[in-house]
């Protein structure tokens, strides 16, 4: 219940409101309006979904590791480990990469049309924009987990030496992958639906800066994955 001669901060662009004008009161920080979610616990659910997502991707990166090394003479997999080792890694660099950046933009274009904008709360819709994706990554290894094999078999004719077979196979890698690369797409679109949304309704910013910051958002994301 608000206290006569307090204020309360209703949001990242909006101005403190006064309750009581005799008094000059204590801030409570960190609520807005639209859905009363406080900022720390957006941004820790927020870091929460990222988080998840980069586990999910280190444990499908495992099982692909896993069903190669089924399906290929041990003689041969003795590099295995490192390319997909080395793999995994750029694939998490290129995802925090892309994280952060993405973010910078998207904060930036933001400040330029709202000066006064809550950027803490601003990261936390962001971060939680990232369900999609985590979902997707889920989704990958849940189909794993219940079976789905990968349409590929390892085949090397005799004088092929270990390294060679990584190499061939590190070059294979995106046209195996190809069938998720699908649902990828569709997770990062997703996001960028939800990330505009969330601006809308959780930072109050108007719908033509929060669509330019969810449209970089989404094009910084899916310009990494492809580099990557």
Known sequence: MAQPGRFIDFGGNASLRELDAGDHGTRVPGFAVAGGVSTATLAAVGWAIVSLHLLLLAANEWM???????????????????????????????????????????????????PGADHQRALGALLVSYVPIALHSLGVASAFLSGWRLDVWVVAGAAATPDEVATTIRDALPVVLEPLSAGRSLGTAAAVILFAVLQRRVCGIAIRPSLAAAAAFGTILTITRLVA
């Open 64 to 114: 692909v590791f896993a069903q190669f090394r089924a399906r290929m003479p041990a003689e041969l997999g003795r590099g295995l480990a490192t390319l997909f080792l080395a793999d995994g890694l750029r694939l998490a660099a290129a995802e925090v990469i892309a994280l952060v950046v993405a973010g910078f933009v998207a904060l930036n274009l933001r400040t330029a049309s709202h």
